[in-house]
């Protein structure tokens, strides 16, 4: 059923339009070197099958997973060797070409710079990610897109009657149709291995030898029963599950993560379970998964809820002790609990500014009273010797300075008013106006206390 016209392809149309660069290599026009780029089953091999039967070129084809770089400059210098003797330019087809290496990938550069040969290469990876930028500058990237649910139905319904397909000896009933469409997730190629499975099915029910049935009054010996039918239940029986669309190092592996992130960030609970249900369909790894929850736990809820990062962190370890299937069911419980918490993202604003200003080389010396004070000499410099040890007055909280000289007053963290956070953004501005104090008097007062206060830090290591 690979299409043998450009009439007869479905799905790409607005890359085969007159004058497009794919309808001009197909036609013989002025050559492009190219790079298809799509999921399974959009057109690539099929369309560089087309350009193998325009006129006036050679076709040569390679597959990255088996073609070496000696294979490359074997056909090279083929193409060469014929463009010199009897002008007639060669199409070189590199299917798979995401697999090939970057001194792969670079064999290739003078031929297209020169027009030697014609590339047209395919990949289901993105090609950004995954061919070198030289080879891409020197080539058109189309993007061919999955084809629509019309698109499958069109094809289903010429593969049950063209001679190539099965050839009028079946019909398929409109719900079978629309579970094949279903099933084929804009992949023309598993559609048709969906309908031709179905077909044998359906086949090997009705010749099962089954026990002789009474022939009713009108049965004629030799009459033709007519084309068998291909429905529901026989579409069920030949192929129980849908295609997952999912590549775990490309394109698709980096957007529906994205998209998984993004949805538990808007809230949207639904969507971000429907993500969730298809890594774990596609066999991505939990522990991935698991990873970006705890993440997410910290970047987008924070302290809005203080239980996300405990939530997720369990999740994790029951994918580690348990795995799936049953880790699943934890993978969903944080999803919904991260989805519908509150949101904030004041902690990682937080920790990024103070990053910033570290980077910027805003990191002044520590204050002395806060400096190590427990070893000999220390006294000597000063060190430890006005710390104010807060549990050693009402409420613990002490009028001190605690960062640098060139830091102090700058706020990191402003807490939002957004679940459990809320009960923060009263409390840290009270904070910081009684440790930073307010006012000479108070800073004296402070002072004269921290002559008196020997306490011990019980957070610093002591002597001996």
Do not use: C
């Amino acid at each position: 059923m690979r299409p043998r016209t450009l009439d007869e392809v479905v799905g790409p149309q607005h890359r085969l339009g007159p004058g497009a660069p794919l309808r001009r290599l197909v036609q013989g026009g002025a050559p492009s070197s190219m790079l298809l780029y799509g999921p399974p089953g959009t057109g690539k091999t099929t369309l560089a099958t087309l350009v193998a039967g325009s006129t006036g070129r050679w076709f040569a084809q390679l597959s990255a997973v088996s073609a070496g770089v000696k294979e490359v400059r074997a056909v090279i210098s083929e193409a060469a060797a014929r463009l010199r003797s009897t002008g007639e330019q060669t199409v070189l087809f590199i299917d798979e070409v995401h697999r090939f290496s970057r001194t792969q990938q670079d064999s290739l550069l003078a031929a297209v710079e020169d027009r030697t040969i014609v590339l047209v290469a395919a990949t289901t990876e993105n090609p950004f990610f995954s061919v070198v930028s030289p080879l891409l500058s020197r080539s058109l990237v189309l993007q061919l897109q999955p084809l629509t649910d019309q698109d499958i139905a069109e094809l289903i319904g010429r593969a049950s009657t063209d001679e190539r397909g099965l050839a009028g000896a079946f019909t398929v009933t409109d719900e079978a149709i629309a579970h094949l469409v279903a099933l084929a997730g804009g992949d023309a190629r598993r559609a048709l291995t969906a309908l031709e499975a179905a077909a044998e099915s359906v086949r090997e029910l009705d010749d099962r030898p089954d026990e002789p049935a009474a022939a009713a009054p009108d049965d004629v010996a030799g009459t033709d029963p007519g084309p068998r039918e291909i429905d529901l239940a026989a579409v069920e029986r030949a192929v129980n599950r849908a295609a997952v669309r999912y590549d775990r190092s490309g394109d698709q592996h980096y957007d529906v993560t994205s998209a998984f992130i993004k949805s538990i960030r808007g809230s949207d609970v639904d969507a971000a379970l429907h993500y969730l249900a298809r890594m774990i369909e596609a066999g991505e790894d939990p522990r991935f998964i698991a990873r970006r929850l705890m993440v997410h736990a910290s970047e987008d809820v924070g302290l809005a809820d203080p239980t996300a990062l405990p939530a997720a962190v369990a999740a994790a370890q029951v994918v580690q002790l348990v795995g799936l299937p049953e880790a699943r069911i934890a993978l969903a419980q944080v999803t919904i609990h991260l989805a519908t918490a509150p949101k904030s993202n004041a902690v990682i604003t937080a920790i990024d500014e103070a990053m910033a200003d570290v980077r910027a080389g805003k990191a002044g010396s520590v204050p002395p009273p806060l400096r190590d004070g427990h070893y000999p000499g220390a006294q000597r410099l000063g060190h430890a010797q006005r710390y104010v040890y807060p549990h050693g007055r009402p409420g613990a909280v002490v009028t001190q300075q605690y960062p640098p000289d060139e830091l102090v007053g700058r706020d990191y963290y402003r807490p939002t008013g957004y679940g459990a956070e809320a009960v923060l953004a009263d409390r840290v501005p009270k904070l910081r106006r009684t440790v930073r104090g307010r006012g000479a008097e108070n800073r004296a007062g402070d002072r004269e206390g921290d002559r008196t206060d020997t306490t011990p830090d019980p957070g610093v290591r002591q002597k001996g």
